[in-house]
């Protein structure tokens, strides 16, 4: 059974910097897609970003772009999201999700991801 375990969520003022963990356990290699989503009180969840293990090829939402960083240690099957600059507007649960996509698709949804983290809350006060 593959399960993320994210840590590293919290409270930050306007401005500043979280950075999220996500270990994944068990047989993480066959599942080698591994990303963020987060959602929001009375939102639905929404798409972060994602880093692919082929080339390392990442992608992000709009809204996180030049702010957030996704990274991944392969020996260590995890993946972090540093977040920079943040803004109240990031207040949200962040999960950590993990997949296997075959191709590059047009945009990620949620039913993509096979595997979620129990989440962690960021909170960001202005």
């Known amino acids: 059974q593959v399960q993320p375990v994210e840590s590293g969520g919290g409270l930050a003022q306007s401005g500043g910097s979280l950075r999220l963990s996500c270990e994944v356990s068990?047989?993480?290699?066959?599942?080698?897609?591994m990303g963020w989503f987060r959602q929001a009180p009375g939102k639905e969840r929404t798409f972060v970003a994602v880093?692919?293990?082929?080339?390392?090829?990442?992608e992000y939402a709009d809204s996180v772009k030049g702010r957030f960083t996704i990274s991944r240690d392969n020996a260590k099957n995890t993946v972090y999201l540093q977040m920079n600059s943040l803004k109240p507007d990031d207040t949200a649960v962040y999960y950590c999700?993990?997949?296997?996509?075959?191709?590059?698709?047009?945009?990620?949804?949620?039913?993509?991801?096979?595997?979620w983290g129990q989440g962690t809350q960021v909170t960001v006060s202005s």
């Open positions: 999700v993990v997949t296997n996509v075959v191709g590059a698709p047009s945009r990620w949804t949620a039913n993509m991801f096979q595997y």
């Open positions: 068990g047989r993480a290699t066959n599942f080698p897609d």
């Open positions: 880093i692919r293990r082929s080339g390392g090829t990442t």
